[in-house]
């Protein structure tokens, strides 16, 4: 197994910051070992640059089919872009529009809410009206930051509606893998760390069974104490390995390891590919629903050589635009993204090697975790 010292590594950056060969080598380092693991339905994303906003993937993640949503969500996420591209005022004011049309048009989006929602649905719909209608006001008065504050309690309401709006689990789960935890819809889970808090949000119906396991041993308390093993600035930040020898979850009603699959949702897909890395199966140029593209990627470590064997072990991916380009790169497709950071940017970017868990609680979603099924 390919070993790389920092100092090599460091070395490496150095040489191959703008190469397309540093991608490369990230992958083969982020291999792991048994001694210290380290990583390599249509999600509907609008065309254009890779989306870098974890909650904005999550958000296109979900399983529904409402085009006046998405694109009340596009337009809304679009004012961040414009005020970084120098404050484009007049974008801006057309985002908003944009949004205000949609609105007034609400039949649209309740079309596709469940009746018992659609009061609910209503009420954030009138809030949605009163805030983009505040929003303009701070766009005429272009004050920035809080044009960013308004914009990110209207995506909040939005992610709201767009939730409401899923049904059911949009897939059956392979039943091979019915002898595993599987999270059927998203649960949200607080770390408390030695340097602050973080929230994440996992997507069992991008990735059931990776991000059912995940829950499950939080809700064990299995990773409550743990310290942070691997780090590499800009790369990533890894724990989830047990103390003694083990390298993963020993299921304690069975006395084996629990052995997870690669498992990727491609966009455009229904169901996720088990078992195989998109490179493997030929899909070179196809994008994951779930990508690494976002600050803060959840991701399922695993052996290099052993796409079928994550267990508990899984990493922060730090995204680093130059090393590691949003919207191609070869991570995509060769490990599982299962969610994203939400909450604690500048809590994970203090965290390194040594540092500890305090303790994980899953706050939202618990009723989502489906127990295996006996054999």
Do not use: C
């Amino acid at each position: 197994m390919l070993h790389l010292s920092y100092p090599m590594l460091n070395l490496l950056k150095s040489w191959l910051k703008n190469s397309l060969m540093a991608i490369l080598l990230v992958t083969i380092f982020l291999g792991i070992t048994t001694a210290g693991w380290t990583p390599s339905s249509s999600a509907a994303l609008p065309a254009g640059n890779a989306i870098t906003d974890g909650k904005a993937l999550l958000r296109y993640a979900l399983p529904i089919d409402n085009k006046p949503v998405r694109q009340l969500q596009a337009s809304l996420e679009d004012i961040s872009a414009q005020l970084r591209a120098n404050r484009r005022w007049g974008a801006i004011s057309k985002d908003i529009s944009k949004a205000s049309r949609i609105l007034d048009k609400p039949s649209q989006i309740l079309t596709s809410v469940p009746t018992e929602r659609q009061p609910q649905v209503e009420a954030w719909i009138t809030e949605l009206k009163s805030g983009v209608g505040k929003l303009e006001e701070l766009a005429n008065n272009k004050d920035k930051e809080q044009i960013l504050q308004e914009r990110g309690k209207l995506l909040n309401l939005v992610t709201q509606i767009e939730e409401s709006m899923v049904k059911e689990f949009p897939f059956e789960v392979p039943a091979q893998y019915s002898n595993l935890p599987q999270l059927k819809g998203r649960a949200t889970v607080e770390f408390k760390t030695n340097k602050g808090d973080l929230t994440v949000v996992v997507d069992g119906y991008s990735a059931p069974v990776t991000a059912g396991n995940f829950v499950d041993l939080v809700q064990r308390g299995f990773y409550n104490g743990l310290e942070f093993t691997r780090s590499e600035e800009s790369y990533f930040l890894q724990t989830g390995d047990p103390a003694g020898k083990d390298v993963g979850f020993i299921d304690p009603k069975t006395g084996e390891y629990r052995a997870i699959p690669l498992e990727v949702l491609v966009q455009g897909d229904k169901t996720p590919t088990y078992g195989i890395t998109l490179e493997e199966a030929g899909r070179y140029v196809d994008m994951p629903v779930l990508p690494f593209s976002a600050f803060g990627a959840v991701v399922m470590a695993r052996p290099e050589s052993e796409v079928n064997g994550g267990s508990s072990q899984f990493f922060f991916f730090l995204f680093e635009p130059e090393l590691t380009p949003a919207g191609r790169n070869l991570l995509d497709g060769r490990y599982a993204v299962f969610g994203y950071l939400t909450e604690g940017k500048e809590v994970l970017d203090k965290l390194k090697a040594g540092d500890k868990i305090e303790s994980a609680k899953v706050v939202q979603g618990i009723e989502n975790l489906v127990e295996p099924q006996a054999a």
